[in-house]
């Protein structure tokens, strides 16, 4: 997929209000000579990302996963408009659909997900919650290849934060997200940069396999 005589093109899906989509389309635009959002993709017509993405000029697509009778027939149309976009890379950033074994497969070291704890902690929902109801001090996300187990793909970066003692599940998750928006583009610049593979089901940085994942505060971007 990848196109070594121009720059990446990348696909960013999406869901909801974007705020990580946001933060890429800023980093883009600092950074243009290295990627491009060649498109938006939402599984919801009234996503706000959207409206992020048109502000910048970005092609939008909406594929309503509810117009589909299964997961295979969504995919496959996802696939497709991937395909024809001729994207080197996929990122998804808030897509709130499960999506199948094949077309996991089909992308695989092709498609980053960041999702908010610190795998392997709380893969699925709820996740600051979970982390306040079982009293931990840290929390995080976490920023992975993904594969076709949910949540499961090898990391590549986390971002860690505090819990505080009156921390509430909204204050947590404003903290992560916060994060969130600082790693996300770092990833992605390694990706552009061509620093970042996917070999033998592990995620390699610099030709180094990752045996840990690398830890925000501690990255030397
Ligand atoms: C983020 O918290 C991300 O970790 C999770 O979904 C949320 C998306 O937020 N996967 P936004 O739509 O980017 O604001």
Do not use: C
């Not at 910048?56 to 295979?72: F, G, K, L, S």
């Not at 599940?169 to 600082?182: A, C, M, Y």
Request: aromatic content about 6%; proline content about 4%.
């Amino acid at each position: 997929m990848q196109n070594s005589h121009s720059i990446s093109r990348i696909a960013i899906l999406i869901s909801g209000s974007g705020s990580n989509l946001q933060a890429i389309i800023d980093h883009q635009k600092l950074h243009s000579d290295l990627y491009e959002i060649a498109l938006v993709i939402s599984n919801k017509a009234d996503a706000y990302g959207l409206v992020r993405a048109q502000k910048a000029n970005i092609p939008t697509m909406v594929i309503e996963h509810t117009h589909y009778n299964d997961r295979e027939s969504f995919d496959a149309k996802l696939q497709q408009a991937l395909e024809e976009a001729k994207i080197d890379f996929i990122v998804l950033a808030g897509f709130m659909r499960i999506l199948t074994k094949g077309f996991t497969q089909h992308f695989l070291g092709k498609m980053i997900n960041i999702h908010p704890s610190l795998l392997p902690k709380y893969t699925g929902l709820h996740t600051h919650q979970r982390a306040l109801d079982s009293s931990d001090k840290e929390h995080g996300l976490s920023i992975h290849f993904v594969t076709p187990e949910l949540d499961n793909g090898p990391v590549i970066l986390q971002a860690v934060v505090k819990i505080d003692p009156n921390e509430t599940e909204t204050s947590l998750r404003e903290k992560v997200h916060q994060q969130e928006h600082i790693a996300y583009p770092i990833v992605i610049e390694w990706f552009a940069l061509g620093r970042l593979s996917f070999k033998d089901n592990q995620a390699w940085l610099d030709q180094k396999r990752l045996i840990q994942p690398q830890v925000l505060s501690k990255t030397i971007i």
